[in-house]
Structure formats: structure tokens, C-alpha cells
């Protein structure tokens, strides 16, 4: 059984950064497609960024620029860098795993990924 555990988050002022990270309990973290999804109060959740095990990286249009997700396979953590964060960025967010790859156009789907953590909350201030 895959265990994920996200930290990092926090409160922050409109244009602070944050950086969340999500440590896995498996041996073969490396073969696993990481991504981090969100989700607001009264609204769905959504993939905001996704690794696969090759290191092919998916960002959503809405973080790009701002928002950097990389892995380290000998230390099984993910890690997501927020910069420039807004309002709108305010929402829990979740560290997520699916053994073997995605195909580049539904990484973002949660019906994918089979491991979630239990979240980690990200509130931005104006």
C-alpha cells in the first residue's frame, strides 16, 4: 500500500511563496506518475501539475510560470514551488500517485491516480 503525507502549506500574502512537499511510503517511488491536484470550497477538484516517472512535467495554464513541480526518487518526495501566488490559488491541496505512466492529455483527471494523501491546506490573502 502506497502512503502519501503532504506538508508545507500555510497562509500567505497575495504575491508570497509557499513550497508544499509529499513524501511516499513505497520502494518503487520511481515507477510511480506524481501529481498534485486542488480543490476550492464548492468547487471540483483539479490537477494542477503531474511528473510522470520519465520526468515528462503537465502544468495546468493557470500556475504556469509560477508554480514548479520536480520529484526526487532517492529521497521518495514531490515537491510542488508556488511563487506569485494569488487569491485564487486558495484551496487544499493534494499529493496523488498512479503506478506507470499517463497519457499527456488526461494526467489531470482524478479518476487516474489511485493513492491520495489527505491534503494540505494553501490560503492566500489579498
Known amino acids: 500500500e502506497v502512503q502519501l503525507v503532504e506538508s508545507g502549506g500555510g497562509s500567505v500574502q497575495a504575491g508570497g511563496s509557499l513550497t508544499l512537499s509529499c513524501g511516499a511510503s513505497?520502494?518503487?517511488?520511481?515507477?510511480?506518475?506524481m501529481a498534485w491536484f486542488r480543490q476550492a470550497p464548492g468547487k471540483e477538484r483539479e490537477g494542477v501539475a503531474d511528473?510522470?516517472?520519465?520526468?515528462?512535467?503537465s502544468y495546468i495554464d493557470s500556475i504556469k510560470g509560477r508554480f514548479t513541480i520536480s520529484r526526487d526518487n532517492a529521497k521518495n518526495t514531490l515537491n510542488l514551488q508556488m511563487n506569485n501566488l494569488k487569491p485564487e490559488d486558495t484551496a487544499m491541496y493534494y499529493c496523488?500517485?498512479?503506478?506507470?505512466?499517463?497519457?499527456?492529455?488526461?494526467?489531470?483527471?482524478?479518476?487516474?491516480?489511485?493513492?491520495w494523501g489527505q491534503g494540505t491546506q494553501v490560503t492566500v490573502s489579498s
Open positions: 513505497v520502494y518503487t517511488y520511481g515507477r510511480f506518475t
Open positions: 511528473i510522470g516517472s520519465d520526468g515528462t512535467i
Open positions: 496523488a500517485a498512479r503506478l506507470g505512466m499517463i497519457p499527456g492529455d488526461i494526467w489531470a483527471a482524478p479518476t487516474n491516480y489511485d493513492y
